[in-house]
Structure formats: C-alpha cells, structure tokens
C-alpha cells in the first residue's frame, strides 16, 4: 500500500522569505500524481500544486514550485516569498493513475501536513 | 456559483441519533467522495461514487452510508452517531476515475457528538 510522509509537523517562515516543506512517499507503482493542498482556517481544501509523475519538469504556479525527486521518492513544495495568507496546514497527497475499481486505487492518499505559519 | 457545497457547515448532536449531511457539485464531475478528516488533521477516504456507484467502500463502519440521487449531489448518512463520529467531513468531486483528475473539495462540515 501506498504511503505519504510529511515529516514536519510546523514550519515557520519570515514574511517574503523562502520556505520548502517536505513530502516523501513509498509506491511500487510507476505511474502516479502527487499533489499539495492547503487547508486555512477556514477549513477548505484548495489544491496548490500538482505533479504527473510521468513529467520530468517541476510543476510551478506564481509562488508555488515542487522538487520532484522520483528515484527518491520526495516531492517537496517551496513557496516563494511568502504572505501572510500562506498560514495554513499543507498535505501533500498521492493517487495512482490507474482507474479506480474497487480497493485502494484511485484514492487521494494523504500525509499528516504540516503547520505553516508567517511571521509578519 | 459554489462549485462543492455541503449542508450544514456545523453539527451538534446526540450520541444515538441519526444525521445526514448532503452535498452538491457543480462542475459537471462524474465522480464523488467523502472524505473524513479527525481531530489530528488526518485525511481519509471514506467512500467514492461514480455515475451514481459505489466504487470504494473503505473500511467503514454500516453506519455510515453514502447516497446518491443522481451525479450532481452525494449524501451521507449516519445511523447511531457516535463520540467517535466526531470530525471534519469533506465531499469532494473530480471529473472521472482516472488517477489524473484533480479532486476539488467543499468547505467540509464539523460533526459534533456529545
């Protein structure tokens, strides 16, 4: 079965400064989507990021970038100058690409986050 | 012009009783899920639904019943709550099976058992 680490329960990060947040995962699978999801205050889940595990290239939206490490099985997300509205928790998730018929596959496997705060 | 929505955001209630909480979407998606986040932040799928079928029932307790009227809204149910019960539900869409759609979520609704 497919497993997601997040190994930093919080992290803190200076207004406008850099912060990476780690993800590691364990699959015998070749084909398969990675994924970062913030989740405020308010609760909701807003997807971040996302990585085929097909593509070489490191996914990038505005501020968010991963490092998509296959071999080691790591796909960390850095957010670049960070704002306030960045507190949140963030999980990191997996999904195999197959279709999903019944079992585990298909489903969204999810690590434990990690708190992220910015200090103003 | 909400794309998942769930009802009621907050639920306070008895152990014993039974409470429903619905959801809608209004993407278009094929697909469905409910999701049950606990009181450490863990993350976990509970059930899926494509085209109105059920096609991942994690292990679950029968209390739990997911129920679909047709493909735009998936509704849980819950018989017998419990002080367990307690958590954060999320439902979730994505335009289909396969592992390359992206899953969008609602808001969630925090259950409260007393």
């Known amino acids: 079965a497919q497993t997601v680490t997040q190994s930093q329960p919080e992290m803190s990060v200076q207004e406008a400064e850099t912060v990476t947040l780690s993800c590691t995962y364990d699959t015998s699978e070749s084909d398969y989507y990675l994924f970062w999801y913030k989740q405020p205050p308010s609760r909701q889940m807003i997807l971040v990021i996302r990585q085929e595990a097909y593509k070489q290239q490191n996914a990038t939206e505005n501020r968010f970038s991963v490092n998509f490490q296959k071999a080691a099985k790591s796909f960390s997300l850095k957010i670049s100058d960070s704002q306030l509205g960045d507190a949140a928790m963030y999980f990191c998730?997996?999904?195999?690409?197959?279709?999903?018929?019944?079992?585990?596959?298909?489903?969204?496997?999810f690590g434990k986050g990690t708190k992220l705060s910015v200090k103003p | 012009d909400t794309a998942v929505s769930q009802t009621p955001k907050y639920l306070v209630t008895q152990m014993g009783n039974d409470k429903s909480i619905k959801c809608e979407q209004n993407?278009?998606?094929?697909?469905m899920y409910w999701y049950k986040q606990d009181s450490k932040k863990f993350l976990k799928i509970m059930f899926s639904y494509n085209n109105k079928e059920l096609i991942i029932n994690e292990t679950v307790p029968n209390r739990f019943s997911p129920k679909s009227p047709d493909k735009a809204h998936l509704n849980l149910h819950i018989n017998s709550l419990e002080l367990g019960d307690s958590a954060v539900y999320f439902c979730?869409?994505?335009?289909?099976?396969?592992?390359?759609?992206?899953?969008?979520f609602g808001p969630g609704t925090r259950l409260l058992v007393l």
């Open positions: 979730a869409s994505s335009l289909g099976l396969a592992g390359r759609e992206t899953q969008y």
């Open positions: 998730a997996y999904r195999s690409a197959g279709l999903s018929y019944g079992g585990s596959q298909g489903n969204l496997i």
């Open positions: 993407l278009g998606h094929d697909t």
